[in-house]
């Protein structure tokens, strides 16, 4: 069975640091992962997908790794803002077209 | 307005009732999900639905059933609620998208969430 596990569960950082959170998979069978932005009262926004076959993807200051292999994905904020503030979940697609999530990190950017 | 839409957006209601949560999306997507999320952990699927003909169990489907009235509406019920059905629920459409060297990417996109609450 699929595990995603997200450490840490939390995190706080001044303005301006960039913001390294982390995502670990035990199945590296995987077809895709992708990080989620999730604010309080609000849905979950897709902010990037890696597809198996890539080693990263980048959307502005957001570039996120894959290493199936070992297992783990890394998204990097650069300059981080107050805005940024959040709880950001990772999720992996396997066999069965599903989406397993993990736990999620929440964010604090001090300004 | 918003692509998908739930309702209620919150709701308080007592052991024993039954209690219906409903989808409804614009994106035109045949793809739709139901999840919810506890403190600290992340989305767990309850039921998933590729048209309007085909309804899948997640993970944790038992004490929830769910109805595809149209492609774009996906209601999520609560025979008899329990406490610890208390969760923020979500809901999601998806498509799956072209065909690549590693799977489709089938993006999903998720509603606001639904706060239950069962006393």
């Known amino acids: 069975k699929q595990e995603v596990t997200q450490i840490p569960a939390a995190l706080s950082v001044p303005e301006g640091e960039n913001l390294v959170l982390n995502c670990s998979f035990t199945d590296s069978a995987i077809y895709n992962l992708q990080w989620f932005r999730q604010d309080p009262g609000k849905g979950l926004t897709s902010l990037l997908l890696?597809?198996?076959?890539?080693r990263e993807q980048t959307s502005g200051r957001l570039n996120a790794s894959l290493d199936k292999s070992s297992g783990r994905s890394t998204l990097y904020i650069a300059a981080s803002q107050p805005g940024d503030s959040a709880t950001y979940l990772c999720a992996v697609r396997a066999a069965g077209n599903k989406l397993t999530f993990g736990g999620g990190t929440r964010v604090l950017v001090k300004p | 307005d918003a692509d998908v839409t739930q309702t209620p957006r919150n709701r308080i209601t007592k052991t024993g009732k039954r209690i219906m949560l409903e989808c409804s999306q614009t994106k035109g997507h045949d793809r739709m999900y139901w999840y919810r999320q506890d403190p600290g952990l992340g989305l767990r699927l309850i039921y998933y639905?590729?048209?309007?003909?085909?309804?899948n169990k997640g993970e944790i489907s038992d004490g929830y059933s769910v109805s595809r009235q149209a492609q774009a509406k996906f209601s999520l019920s609560l025979e008899s609620a329990i406490p610890n059905q208390t969760a923020l629920y979500f809901c999601?459409?998806?498509?799956?998208?072209?065909?690549?060297?590693?799977?489709?990417?089938?993006?999903?996109?998720f509603g606001p969430g639904t706060r239950l609450t069962v006393l």
């Open positions: 999601a459409t998806s498509d799956p998208g072209p065909q690549t060297s590693g799977g489709r990417t089938d993006t999903q996109y």
């Open positions: 890696i597809q198996s076959s890539q």
């Open positions: 639905s590729f048209d309007v003909k085909d309804i």
